[in-house]
Protein backbone atom coordinates (compact mmCIF):
# COMPACT_ATOMS: atom_id res chain seq x y z
CA UNK A 1 0.00 0.00 0.00
CA UNK A 2 1.28 3.30 -0.87
CA UNK A 3 1.73 6.67 1.41
CA UNK A 4 -1.25 8.06 0.24
CA UNK A 5 -3.83 4.94 -0.21
CA UNK A 6 -2.69 4.68 3.28
CA UNK A 7 -4.11 7.99 4.30
CA UNK A 8 -7.22 7.43 2.06
CA UNK A 9 -7.84 4.15 3.78
CA UNK A 10 -7.38 6.09 7.15
CA UNK A 11 -10.64 7.83 6.37
CA UNK A 12 -9.15 11.20 4.66
CA UNK A 13 -10.55 12.37 1.55
CA UNK A 14 -7.74 13.47 -0.78
CA UNK A 15 -8.80 16.60 -2.76
CA UNK A 16 -5.85 18.44 -4.89
CA UNK A 17 -4.95 21.46 -4.99
CA UNK A 18 -4.46 22.27 -8.43
CA UNK A 19 -7.09 21.81 -11.32
CA UNK A 20 -4.22 21.71 -14.38
CA UNK A 21 -6.15 18.42 -16.11
CA UNK A 22 -2.86 16.55 -16.36
CA UNK A 23 -2.08 16.91 -12.81
CA UNK A 24 -5.98 16.14 -11.87
CA UNK A 25 -5.58 12.88 -13.91
CA UNK A 26 -2.39 11.72 -12.00
CA UNK A 27 -3.34 12.48 -8.52
CA UNK A 28 -6.55 10.75 -9.49
CA UNK A 29 -4.98 8.07 -10.20
CA UNK A 30 -2.81 8.35 -6.53
CA UNK A 31 -6.07 8.68 -4.79
CA UNK A 32 -7.88 11.93 -4.94
CA UNK A 33 -11.23 11.87 -5.00
CA UNK A 34 -12.18 16.23 -5.87
CA UNK A 35 -9.79 19.31 -6.20
CA UNK A 36 -10.01 22.89 -5.22
CA UNK A 37 -9.17 26.15 -7.69
CA UNK A 38 -7.79 29.59 -7.29
CA UNK A 39 -6.80 32.75 -9.47
CA UNK A 40 -2.76 31.34 -8.68
CA UNK A 41 -3.65 28.08 -10.20
CA UNK A 42 -5.34 29.35 -13.04
CA UNK A 43 -2.04 31.29 -13.70
CA UNK A 44 0.27 28.70 -12.83
CA UNK A 45 -1.26 26.74 -16.09
CA UNK A 46 -1.50 29.34 -18.36
CA UNK A 47 2.40 30.15 -17.57
CA UNK A 48 2.91 26.72 -19.12
CA UNK A 49 2.16 28.03 -22.23
CA UNK A 50 -0.40 25.50 -23.15
CA UNK A 51 -3.35 27.45 -23.62
CA UNK A 52 -2.00 30.98 -25.65
CA UNK A 53 -3.66 30.26 -28.57
CA UNK A 54 -6.84 29.44 -26.76
CA UNK A 55 -6.57 32.90 -24.87
CA UNK A 56 -5.49 34.72 -28.42
CA UNK A 57 -8.38 33.22 -29.76
CA UNK A 58 -10.73 34.48 -27.04
CA UNK A 59 -9.18 38.02 -27.19
CA UNK A 60 -9.40 38.10 -31.24
CA UNK A 61 -13.07 37.94 -30.59
CA UNK A 62 -13.05 40.81 -28.54
CA UNK A 63 -13.03 39.66 -25.31
CA UNK A 64 -11.36 41.46 -22.26
CA UNK A 65 -9.28 39.79 -20.05
CA UNK A 66 -11.62 39.75 -17.70
CA UNK A 67 -13.96 37.55 -19.71
CA UNK A 68 -11.15 35.64 -20.78
CA UNK A 69 -10.03 34.70 -17.45
CA UNK A 70 -13.59 33.45 -16.23
CA UNK A 71 -14.38 31.81 -19.42
CA UNK A 72 -10.35 29.84 -18.61
CA UNK A 73 -11.31 29.49 -15.42
CA UNK A 74 -14.66 28.08 -16.00
CA UNK A 75 -13.19 25.84 -19.02
CA UNK A 76 -10.63 24.44 -16.67
CA UNK A 77 -12.76 24.00 -13.25
CA UNK A 78 -15.02 22.10 -15.80
CA UNK A 79 -12.75 19.66 -17.04
CA UNK A 80 -11.64 18.39 -13.75
CA UNK A 81 -15.66 18.02 -12.37
CA UNK A 82 -15.83 15.67 -15.66
CA UNK A 83 -13.10 13.48 -13.88
CA UNK A 84 -14.40 13.44 -10.95
CA UNK A 85 -17.71 12.69 -12.19
CA UNK A 86 -17.63 9.17 -11.25
CA UNK A 87 -16.82 9.57 -7.84
CA UNK A 88 -19.64 12.75 -7.10
CA UNK A 89 -22.39 9.52 -8.41
CA UNK A 90 -20.48 6.49 -6.85
CA UNK A 91 -20.78 8.26 -3.80
CA UNK A 92 -24.46 9.50 -4.28
CA UNK A 93 -22.99 13.37 -4.30
CA UNK A 94 -20.71 13.02 -1.03
CA UNK A 95 -17.62 13.36 -2.55
CA UNK A 96 -15.98 14.27 -6.21
CA UNK A 97 -16.39 18.22 -5.94
CA UNK A 98 -14.42 20.79 -7.58
CA UNK A 99 -14.32 24.19 -6.05
CA UNK A 100 -14.92 27.50 -8.39
CA UNK A 101 -13.74 30.75 -6.03
CA UNK A 102 -15.79 33.78 -7.29
CA UNK A 103 -14.29 36.74 -8.08
CA UNK A 104 -12.05 37.81 -5.20
CA UNK A 105 -11.75 41.60 -6.65
CA UNK A 106 -14.90 41.94 -4.55
CA UNK A 107 -12.56 41.67 -1.48
CA UNK A 108 -10.40 44.29 -3.29
CA UNK A 109 -9.24 47.19 -0.70
CA UNK A 110 -9.44 49.86 -3.08
CA UNK A 111 -11.89 48.95 -5.84
CA UNK A 112 -14.47 46.47 -3.89
CA UNK A 113 -17.97 47.82 -4.17
CA UNK A 114 -20.18 48.77 -0.53
CA UNK A 115 -20.85 45.97 1.93
CA UNK A 116 -23.98 45.08 0.51
CA UNK A 117 -23.20 45.01 -2.84
CA UNK A 118 -20.76 43.07 -2.41
CA UNK A 119 -23.24 40.75 -0.97
CA UNK A 120 -25.47 41.02 -3.44
CA UNK A 121 -22.75 40.19 -5.76
CA UNK A 122 -21.54 37.51 -4.26
CA UNK A 123 -24.90 35.73 -4.23
CA UNK A 124 -26.03 36.90 -8.33
CA UNK A 125 -22.29 35.20 -9.32
CA UNK A 126 -22.54 32.30 -7.00
CA UNK A 127 -26.24 31.65 -8.85
CA UNK A 128 -24.47 32.04 -12.17
CA UNK A 129 -21.04 29.68 -11.98
CA UNK A 130 -22.92 27.55 -10.00
CA UNK A 131 -26.12 26.49 -12.57
CA UNK A 132 -25.69 23.43 -14.31
CA UNK A 133 -22.47 21.90 -12.21
CA UNK A 134 -24.00 19.49 -10.04
CA UNK A 135 -20.78 18.37 -8.63
CA UNK A 136 -19.06 22.10 -8.07
CA UNK A 137 -18.79 23.95 -4.91
CA UNK A 138 -18.61 27.82 -4.97
CA UNK A 139 -15.70 29.30 -3.08
CA UNK A 140 -16.47 32.05 -0.94
CA UNK A 141 -14.23 33.72 1.82
CA UNK A 142 -15.03 33.63 5.55
CA UNK A 143 -15.32 38.07 5.28
CA UNK A 144 -17.91 39.90 6.92
CA UNK A 145 -19.31 40.16 2.53
CA UNK A 146 -18.87 36.41 2.23
CA UNK A 147 -20.46 35.26 5.30
CA UNK A 148 -23.34 38.12 4.69
CA UNK A 149 -24.04 36.36 1.28
CA UNK A 150 -23.42 32.35 1.94
CA UNK A 151 -27.58 32.14 3.74
CA UNK A 152 -29.37 33.18 0.42
CA UNK A 153 -26.91 31.90 -1.93
CA UNK A 154 -27.35 28.04 0.05
CA UNK A 155 -31.09 28.94 0.21
CA UNK A 156 -30.87 30.01 -3.87
CA UNK A 157 -30.06 25.77 -3.95
CA UNK A 158 -25.95 26.65 -4.03
CA UNK A 159 -23.44 24.34 -2.29
CA UNK A 160 -20.18 25.88 -0.98
CA UNK A 161 -16.47 25.44 0.08
CA UNK A 162 -16.32 29.15 2.51
CA UNK A 163 -12.23 29.69 2.34
CA UNK A 164 -9.76 31.89 4.26
CA UNK A 165 -11.36 30.62 7.83
CA UNK A 166 -8.40 31.21 10.61
CA UNK A 167 -11.07 31.10 13.80
CA UNK A 168 -13.30 29.49 15.67
CA UNK A 169 -15.93 32.61 15.49
CA UNK A 170 -15.20 32.83 11.74
CA UNK A 171 -16.35 29.21 11.12
CA UNK A 172 -18.96 29.60 13.56
CA UNK A 173 -20.56 32.58 11.73
CA UNK A 174 -20.15 30.80 8.49
CA UNK A 175 -21.53 27.66 9.64
CA UNK A 176 -24.62 28.78 11.06
CA UNK A 177 -25.50 31.09 7.94
CA UNK A 178 -24.92 28.03 5.75
CA UNK A 179 -27.26 26.56 8.00
CA UNK A 180 -30.32 29.15 8.09
CA UNK A 181 -30.30 28.89 4.31
CA UNK A 182 -29.91 25.04 3.97
CA UNK A 183 -33.24 25.06 6.38
CA UNK A 184 -34.85 27.46 3.60
CA UNK A 185 -34.53 24.76 0.59
CA UNK A 186 -37.14 22.49 0.00
CA UNK A 187 -35.06 19.59 0.54
CA UNK A 188 -31.76 18.92 1.98
CA UNK A 189 -31.19 15.76 -0.43
CA UNK A 190 -28.11 17.95 -2.43
CA UNK A 191 -27.08 19.60 0.58
CA UNK A 192 -23.67 19.88 0.53
CA UNK A 193 -21.05 22.53 2.26
CA UNK A 194 -17.31 22.44 3.30
CA UNK A 195 -14.99 25.16 5.67
CA UNK A 196 -11.76 25.16 4.59
CA UNK A 197 -9.64 26.33 7.98
CA UNK A 198 -6.10 27.22 7.27
CA UNK A 199 -3.36 25.42 8.80
CA UNK A 200 0.22 26.85 8.36
CA UNK A 201 -0.25 30.17 8.55
CA UNK A 202 -1.05 30.29 11.81
CA UNK A 203 2.39 28.79 12.40
CA UNK A 204 3.87 31.22 10.85
CA UNK A 205 2.30 33.77 13.03
CA UNK A 206 3.50 32.12 16.08
CA UNK A 207 6.56 31.60 14.87
CA UNK A 208 6.99 35.18 14.28
CA UNK A 209 4.62 37.22 17.43
CA UNK A 210 4.85 34.21 19.80
CA UNK A 211 8.89 33.23 20.12
CA UNK A 212 8.06 32.41 23.82
CA UNK A 213 6.41 29.31 22.91
CA UNK A 214 8.82 26.02 24.24
CA UNK A 215 9.96 23.92 21.62
CA UNK A 216 7.01 21.05 21.91
CA UNK A 217 4.08 23.97 21.15
CA UNK A 218 5.96 26.22 18.22
CA UNK A 219 4.42 24.96 15.10
CA UNK A 220 1.63 23.19 17.32
CA UNK A 221 -1.15 26.01 17.12
CA UNK A 222 -2.49 25.82 13.36
CA UNK A 223 -3.05 21.73 14.07
CA UNK A 224 -4.70 22.60 17.77
CA UNK A 225 -7.13 24.90 16.14
CA UNK A 226 -7.76 23.33 13.23
CA UNK A 227 -8.59 20.18 14.84
CA UNK A 228 -10.58 21.93 17.24
CA UNK A 229 -12.62 23.41 14.60
CA UNK A 230 -13.33 19.92 13.24
CA UNK A 231 -14.67 19.16 16.79
CA UNK A 232 -16.66 21.75 16.73
CA UNK A 233 -18.21 20.68 13.08
CA UNK A 234 -18.15 17.08 14.04
CA UNK A 235 -20.41 18.02 16.95
CA UNK A 236 -22.88 20.63 15.51
CA UNK A 237 -23.66 18.21 12.32
CA UNK A 238 -24.29 15.34 13.73
CA UNK A 239 -28.00 15.89 14.72
CA UNK A 240 -28.66 17.58 11.75
CA UNK A 241 -29.64 14.60 9.54
CA UNK A 242 -28.09 15.90 6.96
CA UNK A 243 -28.10 12.89 3.94
CA UNK A 244 -24.22 14.46 2.93
CA UNK A 245 -21.81 14.49 5.19
CA UNK A 246 -20.95 18.58 5.87
CA UNK A 247 -17.11 18.60 5.95
CA UNK A 248 -14.04 20.51 7.14
CA UNK A 249 -11.35 21.02 4.60
CA UNK A 250 -7.89 21.60 6.00
CA UNK A 251 -6.46 23.77 3.95
CA UNK A 252 -2.96 25.10 3.58
CA UNK A 253 -1.16 22.08 4.36
CA UNK A 254 2.38 22.50 3.08
CA UNK A 255 5.12 23.11 5.34
CA UNK A 256 6.67 26.60 5.66
CA UNK A 257 9.86 25.29 7.64
CA UNK A 258 12.72 23.25 5.80
CA UNK A 259 13.55 21.41 9.16
CA UNK A 260 9.72 20.24 8.94
CA UNK A 261 8.78 16.99 7.47
CA UNK A 262 6.62 17.83 4.06
CA UNK A 263 3.75 15.76 5.57
CA UNK A 264 3.47 16.98 9.43
CA UNK A 265 -0.07 18.27 8.36
CA UNK A 266 -1.05 15.68 6.30
CA UNK A 267 -0.50 13.12 9.26
CA UNK A 268 -1.71 15.09 11.55
CA UNK A 269 -5.44 15.73 10.34
CA UNK A 270 -5.40 12.04 8.77
CA UNK A 271 -8.40 9.95 9.40
CA UNK A 272 -11.17 12.53 8.88
CA UNK A 273 -12.91 14.76 6.50
CA UNK A 274 -11.05 16.18 3.57
CA UNK A 275 -7.27 17.07 2.92
CA UNK A 276 -6.07 19.27 0.08
CA UNK A 277 -3.04 19.07 -0.75
CA UNK A 278 -0.64 20.95 -3.45
CA UNK A 279 0.14 18.30 -5.79
CA UNK A 280 4.17 19.09 -4.32
CA UNK A 281 2.96 17.73 -0.87
CA UNK A 282 0.65 14.70 -2.44
CA UNK A 283 4.03 14.02 -4.36
CA UNK A 284 6.30 14.14 -1.14
CA UNK A 285 3.71 12.40 0.77
CA UNK A 286 3.94 9.86 -1.40
CA UNK A 287 7.75 9.70 -1.62
CA UNK A 288 8.34 9.19 2.44
CA UNK A 289 6.75 5.39 2.51
CA UNK A 290 4.87 6.70 5.61
CA UNK A 291 1.59 4.51 6.29
CA UNK A 292 -0.84 6.90 7.52
CA UNK A 293 -3.08 6.36 10.46
CA UNK A 294 -5.99 8.14 12.33
CA UNK A 295 -5.25 11.16 14.17
CA UNK A 296 -7.63 13.77 13.49
CA UNK A 297 -8.61 12.98 17.06
CA UNK A 298 -5.65 12.74 18.89
CA UNK A 299 -4.64 16.27 20.15
CA UNK A 300 -1.68 17.86 21.31
CA UNK A 301 -0.40 17.44 24.81
CA UNK A 302 -2.67 19.09 28.14
CA UNK A 303 0.93 20.68 28.70
CA UNK A 304 0.96 22.23 25.09
CA UNK A 305 -2.75 23.18 24.78
CA UNK A 306 -2.16 25.16 28.05
CA UNK A 307 0.86 26.63 26.99
CA UNK A 308 -0.54 27.59 23.65
CA UNK A 309 -3.87 28.97 25.19
CA UNK A 310 -1.61 31.27 27.64
CA UNK A 311 0.44 32.50 25.41
CA UNK A 312 -1.48 32.74 21.82
CA UNK A 313 -3.82 36.29 21.96
CA UNK A 314 -6.39 34.34 19.32
CA UNK A 315 -7.99 37.21 18.96
CA UNK A 316 -4.80 39.07 17.31
CA UNK A 317 -4.00 36.16 15.35
CA UNK A 318 -7.50 36.09 13.78
CA UNK A 319 -7.19 40.05 12.93
CA UNK A 320 -3.84 39.35 11.85
CA UNK A 321 -4.35 36.47 9.65
CA UNK A 322 -7.29 38.64 7.93
CA UNK A 323 -6.04 41.24 7.59
CA UNK A 324 -3.12 39.96 5.45
CA UNK A 325 -5.24 37.59 4.22
CA UNK A 326 -7.64 40.43 2.80
CA UNK A 327 -4.39 42.70 1.70
CA UNK A 328 -3.25 39.30 -0.66
CA UNK A 329 -6.90 37.92 -1.58
CA UNK A 330 -7.57 40.08 -4.79
CA UNK A 331 -3.82 40.42 -5.92
CA UNK A 332 -3.54 36.99 -7.71
CA UNK A 333 -6.60 37.74 -9.93
CA UNK A 334 -5.34 41.09 -10.80
CA UNK A 335 -2.02 39.50 -11.82
CA UNK A 336 -3.67 36.79 -13.90
CA UNK A 337 -5.69 39.62 -15.31
CA UNK A 338 -2.31 41.03 -16.76
CA UNK A 339 -0.54 37.97 -17.30
CA UNK A 340 -3.52 37.44 -19.68
CA UNK A 341 -3.33 41.02 -21.62
CA UNK A 342 0.77 40.07 -21.88
CA UNK A 343 -0.10 37.22 -24.19
Known amino acids: MSALESLVKSGTKLWLDSIDPDLVLSNKEKGATGATSNPIIVSDIIKTGRYDDEIRRLKG ?39 FEVDPLLEDLELAPPHDERVQKYVSLAKQWAKGHPNRLIKVPATPAGIGSLEDMVAAGVNVNVTLIFSEDQYKDARDAVWRGAQKRDSLVNFKSVFSIFVSRLDVYTDKKVTELSADAQGMAGILN ?21 EMIFASTGTKKPEDPKWKYVAAFAGSDIETNPPATNDAVEASGKTFVREIDKFPSDAVVQEIDSKVDWKDLEKTLMDEGLSKF ?11 ESI
Not at 66 to 84: G, I, K, M, R
Open 61 to 99: EGRDAHDVAWTLTNQLVSQAEEVFMPVFEATQGNDGYVS
Open 226 to 246: AKRVWKMNQEFWADKKTPLQQ
Open 330 to 340: AEPQKALLKLI
